[in-house]
């Protein structure tokens, strides 16, 4: 069974940063395709960004110019570098992976932005 971990999350003011990352118990050039999901409270689950094998990275309008995807492959990880972070981008932050038509989640983690 294919695991994603998390880590990264956690309680920081408006204006703050923080990076998540997603490390695979495979190795990451096995997926086509990850992103990193995040739900609101009282809100539907939503892409935050995914990045594809070939490099193309998308972000939600709400968090361009913000937040950058990326993979390092020597750390075989996927990252989410948060910046500028508001209170509205409070929520449970998931990673997601796909391989070919396997899908995969980590369990979550958390991100609280203060006023």
């Known amino acids: 069974q294919v695991q994603l971990v998390e880590s990264g999350g956690g309680l920081v003011q408006a204006g703050g940063s923080l990076r998540l990352s997603c490390l695979p118990s495979?190795?990451?050039?096995?997926?086509?395709?990850m992103g990193w999901y995040r739900r609101a409270p009282g809100k539907e689950r939503e892409l935050v960004a995914d990045?594809?094998?070939?490099?193309?990275?998308n972000y939600a309008e709400s968090v361009k110019g913000r937040f950058t995807i990326f993979v390092d492959s020597a750390k075989n990880t996927l990252y989410l570098e948060m910046n500028s972070l508001k209170p509205e981008d409070t929520g449970v932050y998931s990673c997601?992976?796909?391989?070919?038509?396997?899908?995969?989640w980590g369990q979550g983690t958390q991100v609280t932005v203060s006023p």
């Open positions: 997601h992976a796909a391989a070919g038509m396997d899908m995969y």
């Open positions: 495979i190795s990451i050039s096995g997926f086509n395709r």
């Open positions: 990045i594809f094998g070939y490099g193309e990275a």
